[in-house]
């Protein structure tokens, strides 16, 4: 069987997007090749069941016709010359390495279609949300192609410029340490207000694990359930007097979602 789609760096996330693309059915084991010196878990299962083990990169074959580069952007510097020679022409190269741009990419591989995307943990249990950047003449086929593999972990969005990107990774990429962080402080002001530390601990977590498997479960917007657990004069509405207030925590979430926008603009340079 050919050899159709590459992962090149199968830690985390590309050790997930295989398992997505191998349980959605989405591409045979025996068509998918591993680059990477010590692949993760996901990919050893795989290569021991049929997927082919590149030890560098002069062995990618010509057969292949999508590249996934999940290496951390640190690594890229080094391998970019030699991947991008490698690469056969017509391929798409979908790109997960935050702070590596669109025209990076096209840069390193020019016989290629590039796609940047930037995944979210909870990619690796399906529940993920990744955002993607093509030029806007990228052909139709390697658009719907490259959204049903990155789907594999989640939903998927489109954004118009590589810049957005940034935008992207502040609110979904860094959000979920947002929502473990919210976590973590629901359950220091639960110990603050005497609950022991176990039990605070215990209430933060389900709350928050059950507040968003409703809003998973709900078609209603964040903004009506909030209202629907408030009763006017009542205790949720005294706390949501703070959280909203002045400097609450909506000027809070900009101020740290700006930071975060400043950041990665600062690492793609
Ligand atoms: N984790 C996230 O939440 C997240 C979110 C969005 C985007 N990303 C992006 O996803 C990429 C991967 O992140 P990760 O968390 O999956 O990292 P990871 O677990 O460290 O996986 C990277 C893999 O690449 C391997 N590798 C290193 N050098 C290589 C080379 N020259 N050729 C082939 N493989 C090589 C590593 O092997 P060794 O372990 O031996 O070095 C490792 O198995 C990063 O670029 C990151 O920016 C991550």
């Given at each position: 069987m050919a050899l159709t789609h590459l992962i090149i760096g199968a830690g985390n996330m590309g050790g997930a997007l295989l398992a997505g693309w191998l349980g959605d059915g989405?591409?045979?084991?025996?068509?998918i090749a591993i680059l990477d010196p010590r692949p993760g878990a996901d990919a050893v299962y795989a290569i021991e069941r049929g997927a082919k083990h590149l030890s560098?990169?002069?062995?990618?074959?010509?057969?292949?016709k999508v590249a996934l580069l999940a290496i951390k952007p640190q690594m890229f510097a080094d391998m970019r010359e030699t991947l991008g020679e490698s690469l056969p022409k017509g391929a798409t190269l979908i790109s997960i390495m935050a702070g590596i741009s669109l025209s990076d990419l096209q840069a390193c591989a020019p016989q290629c279609e590039a796609v940047r995307a930037m995944p979210n943990t909870p990619a690796s249990i399906g529940r993920g949300i990744t955002a993607y950047v093509a030029d806007a003449d990228t052909q139709a086929d390697t658009i719907a192609n490259a959204e049903a593999l990155l789907g594999a972990c989640g939903e998927v969005v489109r954004v118009d410029?590589?810049?957005?990107i940034n935008a992207v990774t502040a609110i979904s990429g860094s959000g979920p340490a947002y929502l473990f962080y919210l976590c973590e402080a629901l359950a220091s002001a639960g110990a603050a207000i005497g609950l022991s530390a176990e039990t605070a601990d215990r209430l933060a977590r389900q709350t928050v694990v059950g507040a968003s498997a409703l809003l998973d479960a709900s078609d209603r917007t964040p903004g009506a359930l909030r209202e629907a657990v408030t009763s006017p004069g009542g205790t949720t509405q005294a706390a949501l007097d703070v959280l909203m207030g002045e400097d609450g925590m909506a000027q809070l979430m900009r101020r740290a979602a700006k930071a975060a926008l400043d950041r990665s603009r600062e690492l793609s340079r």
């Amino acid at each position: 069987m050919a050899l159709t789609h590459l992962i090149i760096g199968a830690g985390n996330m590309g050790g997930a997007l295989l398992a997505g693309w191998l349980g959605d059915g989405l591409v045979n084991r025996r068509n998918i090749a591993i680059l990477d010196p010590r692949p993760g878990a996901d990919a050893v299962y795989a290569i021991e069941r049929g997927a082919k083990h590149l030890s560098d990169s002069s062995q990618i074959p010509k057969s292949i016709k999508v590249a996934l580069l999940a290496i951390k952007p640190q690594m890229f510097a080094d391998m970019r010359e030699t991947l991008g020679e490698s690469l056969p022409k017509g391929a798409t190269l979908i790109s997960i390495m935050a702070g590596i741009s669109l025209s990076d990419l096209q840069a390193c591989a020019p016989q290629c279609e590039a796609v940047r995307a930037m995944p979210n943990t909870p990619a690796s249990i399906g529940r993920g949300i990744t955002a993607y950047v093509a030029d806007a003449d990228t052909q139709a086929d390697t658009i719907a192609n490259a959204e049903a593999l990155l789907g594999a972990c989640g939903e998927v969005v489109r954004v118009d410029t590589d810049d957005l990107i940034n935008a992207v990774t502040a609110i979904s990429g860094s959000g979920p340490a947002y929502l473990f962080y919210l976590c973590e402080a629901l359950a220091s002001a639960g110990a603050a207000i005497g609950l022991s530390a176990e039990t605070a601990d215990r209430l933060a977590r389900q709350t928050v694990v059950g507040a968003s498997a409703l809003l998973d479960a709900s078609d209603r917007t964040p903004g009506a359930l909030r209202e629907a657990v408030t009763s006017p004069g009542g205790t949720t509405q005294a706390a949501l007097d703070v959280l909203m207030g002045e400097d609450g925590m909506a000027q809070l979430m900009r101020r740290a979602a700006k930071a975060a926008l400043d950041r990665s603009r600062e690492l793609s340079r």
